[in-house]
C-alpha cells in the first residue's frame, strides 16, 4: 500500500514539476491603470486602444484595467500613488509632475522646439527616452517609463475674440501649459494652470477668458468650441506633445520576460497607431469646427517670433540655475541642431 501511495505521489509531482510552466504562462495579470483626462474624451479613448493592443500582443496575459482621470487619485498625484504602488500605471504627460520633478514638462514639449517626427527621433535616437528615465530616477521616483503616443502641433489659443497681437493678449486670463505659462508669466501675462477637466468649468464661469488644451480633435471632444469661437495659431507653445506610460518598478519586474516584451511591443505599436488616428481623427474635427462657424487666427509674425524669442530666453535662463533642466533642455538643442538643417532640407514645401 506505501509503494502504490508512493507511486501515486510521485506522478502527481512529476505532472506538477511539468505543468508549473505552462501554468505560469496562463495566469492572467491585471493592472490598474489611470488616466489623465475623463471618460468619453480622446485622451481616454488612446488609452483603451492601447490597453486593448496590450491585451492581445499578451495573448490576454496581462490586462489594463482602464479608470479615468482622479478616479484612484487625483490627477497630478499619479506618479507619486504608481511609485508607492498604489496602483501599477498611470497614462499620462510628463508636464503633469511639473510640481514634483520641475524639469518634466520638456518630455512633453518645449516651446518652440522640436515638431513631432523631431520628438520621436530625440527619444529614440538622441537619448531623449533613457535621459527621461534617468530625471525620473534622480528625483526619487520608483517608476519605469515608456514613450507613448506623441501627438501633432496644438492650437496655441481658444479665445472668445480674435487674438493677434501681444497688445490682444493684455487683460486676458487664460490657461496654458508650463513652461510656455511661464514664459507668458514672466512678461506679464495673467496666466494659470489647471487639469484638462476643470478648463471648461473655468471658462463658462469666467474664471478665464481664453485656454489652450491641445488638438483639434481633443477640443471638439472637450467642447470648448461651444465657448469660445476662435482658435489662434501656431502652437508656439507645444510644436509637439508626448504622452507616456509609467509603470511601478516592482510590478514591472514581476511580469515574465515573454510579457516585458510584448508590453513594450503592444506600447510600441500603440505609439505610432494612436499618433496616426489623431491626425484623422484632427483632420474629421477640422472640417467639424468649420461648419460650426469657428474661425483659425493665424497670429502676427512678430508676436509668434517674439514669444519664441522670450522662450528661448527662458529655457535657457532655467538651464543655467538648474543642472537636470540644463541636461534635458541641451540634449534637446543638440539635437534639434542636427535635426533641422536635415528636415528642412529633405521636405518638399506645400
Known amino acids: ?3 502504490i501511495l ?4 510521485l506522478v502527481i509531482a512529476t505532472v506538477l514539476i511539468f505543468a508549473s510552466p505552462s501554468l505560469a504562462k496562463k495566469k492572467v495579470i491585471k493592472w490598474k491603470v489611470q488616466g489623465f483626462v475623463p471618460a468619453g474624451m480622446l485622451y481616454h479613448d488612446t488609452l483603451v486602444r492601447m490597453a486593448a493592443k496590450v491585451k492581445e500582443a499578451t495573448g490576454g496575459r496581462l490586462i489594463f484595467e482602464v479608470h479615468p482621470a482622479g478616479a484612484l487619485v487625483p490627477p497630478f498625484e499619479g506618479i507619486k500613488a504608481v511609485s508607492h504602488g498604489a496602483y501599477q500605471a498611470q497614462y499620462s504627460y ?5 510640481g514634483k520633478i520641475p524639469v518634466s514638462p520638456l518630455f512633453t514639449a518645449s516651446p518652440g522646439g522640436l515638431n513631432t517626427l523631431g520628438m520621436q527621433m530625440w527619444l529614440n535616437e538622441g537619448g531623449g527616452a533613457e535621459l527621461w528615465q534617468e530625471i525620473y ?11 507613448a503616443a506623441p501627438i501633432s502641433m496644438e492650437s496655441f489659443m481658444w479665445a472668445k475674440k480674435p487674438i493677434r497681437t501681444l497688445e ?5 486670463k487664460m490657461r496654458m501649459m508650463p513652461l510656455m505659462g511661464d514664459v507668458l508669466q514672466e512678461h506679464g501675462f495673467s496666466v494659470i494652470f489647471c487639469p484638462g477637466g476643470e478648463i471648461m468649468p473655468n471658462l463658462q464661469r469666467g474664471v478665464l477668458d481664453a485656454a489652450e488644451y491641445s488638438i483639434p480633435a481633443f477640443d471638439k471632444t472637450l467642447g470648448i468650441w461651444e465657448v469660445c469661437k476662435y482658435v489662434m495659431l501656431p502652437g508656439i507653445h507645444q510644436p509637439a506633445s508626448q504622452t507616456e506610460l509609467i509603470i511601478n518598478k516592482e510590478a514591472y ?3 515574465p520576460e515573454d510579457l516585458k516584451s510584448a508590453l513594450k511591443a503592444a506600447v510600441n505599436q500603440s ?3 494612436e499618433w496616426l488616428w489623431m491626425e484623422q481623427k484632427n483632420i474629421e474635427a477640422v472640417k467639424f469646427l468649420k461648419e460650426k462657424g469657428i474661425t483659425w487666427v493665424t497670429m502676427d509674425p512678430k508676436t509668434v517670433s517674439t514669444m519664441q524669442k522670450w522662450a528661448t530666453e527662458y529655457l535657457n535662463k532655467r538651464a543655467s540655475k538648474d543642472k537636470n533642466f540644463a541636461k534635458v533642455w541641451n540634449s534637446i538643442q543638440k539635437f534639434g541642431e542636427q535635426w533641422y538643417p536635415y528636415h528642412k532640407l529633405y521636405s518638399l514645401p506645400h
Open 168 to 172: 490682444d493678449f493684455k487683460g486676458l
Open 1 to 3: 500500500m506505501k509503494k
Open 6 to 9: 508512493f507511486k501515486a505521489l
Open 137 to 147: 530616477d534622480d528625483y526619487g521616483f520608483n517608476v519605469k517609463v515608456l514613450p
Open 271 to 273: 505609439r505610432l497607431d
Open 94 to 98: 510628463s508636464a503633469m509632475w511639473v
Open 253 to 255: 519586474a514581476a511580469l
